[in-house]
């Protein structure tokens, strides 16, 4: 059962981080993970979308892959 009260607090949060720098964590496997730097361009109501840097590409996820940690992310600066 997912808590919806977790899902608005991720939501509003990701709100405060349009448009702002970001270290995204993504763990893929067991034992594989992936950490870069990116920015947080947009959010819809169900998933959130990061432009990469390194890569000049976006990746999107559902707030329910930050709700179980399959991502994470971190502030940079401000």
Do not use: N, Q
Request: charged letters at 35%.
């Amino acid at each position: 059962m997912i808590d919806e009260d977790a899902l608005k607090r991720i939501k509003e949060e990701l709100a405060r981080l349009v448009g702002k720098k970001i270290v995204l964590k993504s763990h893929r496997s067991r034992k594989k993970e992936t950490t870069t730097e990116g920015v947080v361009e947009s959010i819809y109501p169900f998933f959130f979308v990061i432009s990469v840097e390194d890569r000049h590409r976006k990746v999107s996820f559902s707030y329910v892959d930050l709700l179980t940690k399959t991502v994470e992310l971190v502030s940079i600066g401000a």
